[in-house]
């Protein structure tokens, strides 16, 4: 659904801020641009082409990606809103998906095709993105329908009406958050003068009141090929490509009239600048931001380094002051890069009975007076080896390079993305304390209080070239190897993946499925999955299991939290060591010339892991500071209610579900000899399910994985807990969640379902045409489009899993967030759009966009190798291969408009809903009329 975003991160955000892969010097084939279309510069496997109405357009095309990214980049967003027009880029965003004369019903063309798509608005930029298995007809139609709705969307008054409520209810929903709430003011105290400080939503009354005639004036000016960029990424053949962008796109004319240019910036800061919010809530923050100069400056990459130092977790600086000293429960920050000067921030949350007071003097001082302890080479390097590790990963992945350009574009020159990138690599310890020392001073701090002084200081923050400027000679690295051509097919799957049972005595012992291929980068990916424990063993330890899983990465013999940290990053790998009551997860995405110190490392990690004291306290203030956090929200209220209700499990049961007075105590109670206990009592890996996708040897890593994982047998054999259909009587509850303008409408009613049902296919398509989607479903278009109720509805059918075939405990809910005074009218058209249902049944027309849009989805969901490592890993766990996926597409496609709604009347029985409705209710009843 299209959504906002009120504060990014540096330049490279969407890719995890992160530094680049070591790649050599080729530069990628372009092909012959067609008439009217130019050629620019290519870096690293991707190529500019200038249209001659000015339309930038960037391919980046990879074999061997079985999908396509498109990502249409407007150079427009809060930072080019006026006085009255706040919130304009937004609500643009929302109505280009209304339609145009061509396209009547943009989601509902688009889901029936399969094809998964967005929006996002910025302070810089508005951008549409949809992402699909490559298919040169989807393509096609795609670039034209951006190409029409780029000049000939509707923009109409009845449009506006609906959707200005339901931005209107988007914008109450960020209100509910302290977080949010907080970061918006600091940052509109912070800008006097710049757009920078607006909130992206917009201001309430300009929303509300704007005519259509000035919405529409506005389109106008910004949605003009001179003033956007399409990214075009994935398995897509440039040459033939190019023409279609050029045919679609060609003909559109460029305005005769300059955009308009910005040029008002903020004065240099004069003295610390202070704002409070009061609030109803229970957690506190702290938060210091200081302006910094524009992305193209020569200082940007030593604040990117400085804000790595200082805030990541667990080695940062602040982490290390903050929340292992036990003043923060938590820690975060961000240094941005834009194409006028940003901010550099940080934020700590303080728990209920914490020092406010000492934290923030804590939190200042590790800011402001880094001379006292200067920034060290180690920690420049090892800040840097993070930022590489995650530059190199990110690209890996075609899809998050054509998304993570838009900032860089925006900034100046997509092509900024890898100069950032390649400037961290000459960050000196010297560089980053004299930015420190330049920026991070009190006299430009925006916090929480005003201190007079008799000798002010002043942060000129300095112009900053033209990325023409900067990027003059600029020629980048070589493009990335590509990996295979691979389908993505159920039945290429299985062909291509070995199953192994290793015998260990235990269960069923230890499964594998390999499925070597060349990659992208030469990644691999990793799913384990390992299981233990049964229902006598786990009773009254639920608490314990659960931390015992997310405690396992903070400490092993001979490494602490930072030094695990530090190891996978040296090793290039993303790393994530879990567990829950009956199993224990590793997830890598690694190198086929890491992967087996990674797996080396990871074992052992799960097998010895020391639970420090201090990691197990600050786990535990967290966890006891979220929870705090969450008793006035109305969505943590009424899901714990419905929780409850549900709950077949008596109290000690493994399974049973806590109010949150209840987690809280067990919490507390909670010793981290009770978390070591359990793991040294049921952990073990001798019995699981792990599947390798990727390029690697399958020979030496099935000896690997024997050798890592066979010989660790659990005292307690696995033995899954039955979860059984249980009938529950209806019930309508209402909570008033004072202070809260967002309001939160859970509901809910069981049923005896598996995936393995006869009528389970019927039933998913069913839920797709009832809630799956915010934008296209009937409860999308009844309850947001049509009744602007809400930013967000939708619907969802869970069907149980089983190795016994016995388990049934299957549900169907739907969730939908209102302003509190709406709540009745949201639950009123659910319960006609429901009796419409069962009534009228689904049509023909509305299945076959449905199954269509369903099988699309599950062909997108193989691409990703993560995915199917996923996927395989299940099909150990439940004794299924991929035929089990297979049968079930064609089961979708075999559907019939009987079948569908016979299976709706049998199980859906709206009087046996459950309906929970949360917010502040008491306010809206004081409200005037109208509001």
């Not at 780029?150 to 209100?175: F, H, Q």
């Not at 039955?722 to 209402?734: G, H, K, L, S, W």
């Not at 193989?862 to 199917?868: G, L, V, Y």
Request: charge should be negative; hydrophobic fraction near 40%; aromatic fraction near 6%.
């Amino acid at each position: 659904m299209p959504q906002h975003r009120t504060r990014l991160a540096p330049l490279a955000a969407s890719l995890g801020f992160a530094l680049a892969l070591a790649l050599s010097t080729a530069q990628a084939e372009s092909p012959q641009p067609p008439a009217g279309v130019s050629a620019g510069p290519c870096v690293e496997g991707i190529c500019e082409y200038r249209l001659s109405n000015g339309l930038r357009v960037l391919l980046f095309p990879d074999a061997s990606q079985p999908t396509v990214t498109v990502n249409l980049i407007y150079g427009v967003g809060s930072l080019q809103e006026n006085y009255g027009e706040t919130g304009m880029a937004h609500l643009l965003e929302h109505l280009l998906f209304k339609g145009t004369p061509r396209h009547r019903d943009i989601p509902a063309e688009m889901k029936k095709r399969g094809i998964g798509f967005n929006a996002e608005t910025s302070l810089d930029r508005t951008n549409y993105f949809a992402s699909f298995p490559a298919n040169d007809a989807t393509l096609d139609w795609l670039l034209g329908l951006e190409a029409d709705r780029m000049l000939n969307s509707d923009i109409a008054r009845k449009d506006l009406d609906s959707e200005m409520t339901v931005v209107r209810n988007e914008m109450e929903s960020g209100e509910n958050s302290p977080v949010a709430a907080l970061m918006q003011r600091v940052r509109s105290t912070a800008y006097l003068w710049h757009h920078y400080g607006n909130s992206t939503i917009g201001a309430r009354s300009d929303v509300e009141n704007v005519p259509i005639e000035r919405l529409q004036a506005y389109y106008r000016a910004w949605y003009r090929p001179d003033n956007a960029t399409l990214v075009l990424a994935g398995r897509l053949d440039p040459a033939a490509t190019l023409n279609a962008v050029a045919r679609h796109f060609g003909p559109l004319a460029k305005p005769s009239e300059p955009m308009r240019k910005f040029y008002t910036l903020d004065p240099a800061q004069d003295g610390e600048r202070d704002v409070t919010v009061r609030r109803v809530g229970d957690i506190r923050l702290l938060m210091a931001a200081y302006h910094v100069p524009a992305g193209t400056h020569a200082d940007a990459a030593a604040l990117g380094v400085l804000d790595e130092v200082l805030g990541h977790v667990p080695g940062g600086r602040l982490h290390k002051a903050l929340v292992e000293s036990g003043l923060a429960a938590s820690v975060g920050g961000s240094s941005e890069q834009r194409q006028d000067p940003g901010l550099m921030s940080a934020l700590a949350a303080v728990p209920k009975d914490g020092d406010a007071t000492k934290a923030e003097q804590v939190l200042i001082a590790q800011l402001e007076q880094i001379e006292r302890q200067p920034v060290t080479a180690e920690e420049v390097e090892a800040a840097r080896q993070r930022l590489r590790n995650g530059f190199e990963l990110a690209y890996t992945n075609v899809s998050g390079v054509a998304m993570g350009l838009s900032d860089a574009v925006v900034a100046g020159d997509w092509r900024l993305y890898f100069h950032y990138r390649d400037a961290l690599e000459k960050v000196s310890a010297d560089d980053v304390n004299r930015v420190a020392r330049r920026y991070l001073t009190s006299s430009n701090r925006t916090f929480g209080r005003f201190v007079p002084t008799d000798a002010p200081q002043r942060v000129e923050i300095p112009a900053a070239p033209s990325a023409a400027t900067v990027l003059q000679g600029y020629t980048g690295k070589s493009a990335i190897e590509a990996g295979e051509h691979f389908d993505p097919t159920p039945a290429n799957i299985q062909a291509r993946t070995e199953t192994v049972t290793i015998d260990t005595g235990v269960g069923g012992g230890l499964k594998l499925a390999l499925l070597p291929k060349k990659t992208r980068g030469a990644t691999v990916t990793v799913s384990a999955s390992f299981n233990f424990a049964d229902l006598a063993s786990l009773k009254n330890r639920e608490v314990a299991g659960s931390i015992a899983g997310a405690l396992l990465m903070r400490g092993s013999e001979g490494l602490s939290r930072q030094q695990i940290d530090e190891r996978f990053e040296a090793l290039k790998t993303s790393a994530r060591i879990s567990g829950s009551l009956q199993s224990a997860r590793i997830d890598l995405t690694t190198r086929r010339e890491q992967l087996g110190e990674a797996l080396a490392l990871a074992a052992k990690v799960l097998r010895t892991p020391t639970y420090p004291d201090k990691e197990f306290e600050q786990y535990r203030l967290q966890a006891i500071t979220g929870l705090e956090a969450s008793r006035q929200e109305p969505g943590s209220i009424a899901g714990i209610a419905m929780a409850l209700h549900f709950d077949p499990w008596p109290a000690g049961h493994p399974l049973h579900a806590m109010d949150l007075d209840e987690s809280l105590a067990a919490i507390k109670a909670l010793k981290v000899d009770d978390v070591r206990a359990y793991h040294r009592d049921l952990y073990g890996s001798a019995e699981g399910q792990i599947s390798v996708v990727g390029d690697f040897d399958p020979i030496a890593l099935k000896q690997q994985l024997r050798s890592l994982f066979a010989d660790w047998r659990p005292k307690h054999a696995f033995a899954p807990i039955d979860t059984r259909y249980t009938a529950v009587a209806a019930e309508q509850r209402r909570f008033d969640t004072p202070d809260k303008p967002n309001g939160v409408l859970l509901a809910r009613t069981n049923l005896s379902l598996k995936d393995t049902d006869a009528d389970f296919p019927a039933l998913v398509a069913a839920n797709y045409i009832l809630g799956g989607g915010t934008i296209k479903s009937r409860l999308g278009d009844r309850i947001r489009q049509q009744d602007g109720l809400s930013y967000g509805v939708g619907s969802d059918l869970d069907a149980d899993s089983s190795r016994s075939g016995v388990d049934d405990a299957g549900n169907w809910s739907i969730e939908a967030i209102a302003a509190p005074q709406n709540l009745d009218k949201v639950e009123r058209a659910m319960r006609e759009e429901l009796a419409r249902l069962i009534k009228d049944g689904v049509g023909a027309d509305e299945l076959r966009d449905a199954v269509s849009g369903l099988l699309t989805q599950r062909e997108q969901a193989r691409a990703s190798d993560p995915a199917i490592a996923a996927g395989l890993a299940s099909n150990l766990f439940y004794g299924r291969t991929m035929q089990f996926s297979a049968d079930l597409d064609a089961k979708f496609k075999a559907l019939t408009v009987d079948a569908v709604n016979a299976a709706i009347r049998k199980h859906l029985k709206p009087e046996q809903l459950s309906v929970y409705t949360a917010g502040d209710f008491s306010a809206a009843k004081k409200a005037p009329a109208g509001k």
